[in-house]
């Protein structure tokens, strides 16, 4: 007797790779992230010069960087999980990348406004910067979370966050060849690093889906290999856990953890361009 059970329509096809283009998006992104940051550790000794202003002050406008960028975090995710991480990823790129170009206007009088950007300017300005930048990495989560299936998720965040570094450590490399070797200004490079962050913004928006489902270019098979495994989500609102959180000793031991290495990776990316500019001077090719 025939078999007549057909097979599934889509059992011979296989999955479109659409969640690695993705990956590779949000992998430029926290690349463009760390690069701007860590361009403040290349020029700030040509930005205190230009204010007239001792270089250790410097450590002001990178503390009103990272208290914005504490404060703003957690709104930054809600505004992600309630509106989506492509009209918030969008959102706070365009935002930050203006801070960043209008980095470049301090110790200068803003085009058409007659505004002189102080010190103080800049400590705004740079806070600015973090209420921006405080929304891309709870928004790159959230797009990982609804990109890759539950087995993925780790590697894809990994490969993330392997960028962010990876460019973070690359950034002086690139001061150089753009500053010192190209013979731009540091304002130049600021508005450089901007602009590049803006064609992100059109890449993304042309390209990135909140989900696989809104995908055009997402079949079947990719669709459900996503979805396997994932728990459904209550409609409920639900509160939050605040005692169970910070009674969590794995909380307390990842933010140990966290201290840690920021500390030693905000000197690598603040202090020691300028400390290996010291010490080797005689490699310097200009005086700065």
């Known amino acids: 007797m025939n078999d007549t059970t057909s097979p599934p329509a889509n059992a011979s096809l296989k999955p479109t790779r659409v969640r690695y283009a993705m990956l590779f998006m949000l992998c430029l992104l926290a690349m463009i992230t760390y690069m701007d940051r860590a361009a403040n550790g290349s020029a700030k000794k040509a930005i205190m010069a230009d204010l007239n202003v001792d270089s250790s002050k410097f450590f002001y406008v990178l503390m009103a960087f990272q208290l914005a960028y504490a404060l703003f975090e957690i709104p930054s995710g809600w505004l992600g999980d309630t509106r989506g991480p492509r009209s918030t990823l969008l959102r706070v790129v365009v935002w930050w990348s203006a801070f960043v170009a209008l980095t470049g206007f301090t110790a200068t009088t803003l085009p058409f406004s007659g505004i002189y950007v102080g010190f103080y300017?800049?400590?705004?300005?740079?806070?600015?910067?973090?209420?921006?930048?405080?929304?891309?990495?709870?928004?790159?989560s959230?797009?990982?979370?609804?990109w890759f299936p539950v087995g993925d998720r780790g590697f894809a965040k990994s490969i993330v966050w392997m960028s962010a570094r990876f460019m973070g450590g690359l950034t002086p490399l690139l001061w150089v060849l753009i500053v010192e070797i190209g013979g731009l200004s540091w304002r130049e490079a600021m508005w450089i690093f901007a602009g590049v962050a803006v064609l992100w913004c059109i890449a993304f928006f042309l390209f990135f889906r909140n989900k696989p489902s809104e995908h055009p270019s997402v079949n079947a098979v990719e669709l459900e290999m996503i979805e396997r495994g994932r728990s459904a989500i209550s409609s409920t609102p639900k509160s939050i856990p605040w005692k169970v959180i910070f009674m969590s000793r794995n909380l307390w031991a990842v933010c140990l953890m966290y201290i840690v290495t920021n500390f030693c990776w905000y000197f690598m990316m603040y202090n020691l361009p300028g400390a290996l500019k010291s010490?080797?001077?005689?490699?310097?090719?200009?005086?700065?």
């Open 279 to 288: 010490g080797f001077k005689d490699w310097n090719a200009t005086d700065e």
């Open 142 to 146: 959230k797009a990982l979370y609804n």
């Open 121 to 140: 300017g800049l400590m705004l300005i740079q806070f600015l910067f973090g209420v921006g930048e405080a929304g891309a990495f709870p928004n790159i």
